[in-house]
Nanobody, 116 residues
């Protein structure tokens, strides 16, 4: 019912910036929550940022550097990433969640590589 497609990943130098986009298609009426996870090689997937229409939440390791935003008219969620560090290197996954019972949807991911 819902498809999520991420874009915006790539190679960036430490201290640089990227903006990730996640475009949702399908019926989004019940998908109240959207956000981003990331997974680095050999590590567990971890929450980066989330928004449910209220105040966004962020993982401690991105506070002050990343900003999540949402354009409901375009069914798009963004992740603005500034002051990128090598440890930010990971595949970033968009998610949408909502409804009763809750249903979760995932994008296929976009790779972010931070390297000099």
């Amino acid at each position: 019912q819902v498809q999520l497609v991420e874009s915006g990943g790539g190679l960036v130098q430490p201290g640089g910036s990227l903006r990730l986009s996640c475009v949702a298609s399908g019926t989004m009426f019940s998908m109240n929550d959207m956000g981003w996870y990331r997974q680095a090689p050999g590590k567990e997937r971890e929450l980066v940022a989330a928004t449910n229409g209220g105040s966004p939440t962020y993982a401690d390791f991105v506070k002050g550097r990343f900003t999540i935003s949402r354009d409901n008219a375009k069914n798009t969620v963004y992740l603005q990433m500034n002051s990128l560090k090598p440890e930010d290197t990971a595949t970033y996954f968009c998610y949408a969640s909502g409804g009763i019972p809750r249903i979760n949807y995932w994008g296929k991911g976009t790779l972010v590589t931070v390297s000099s």
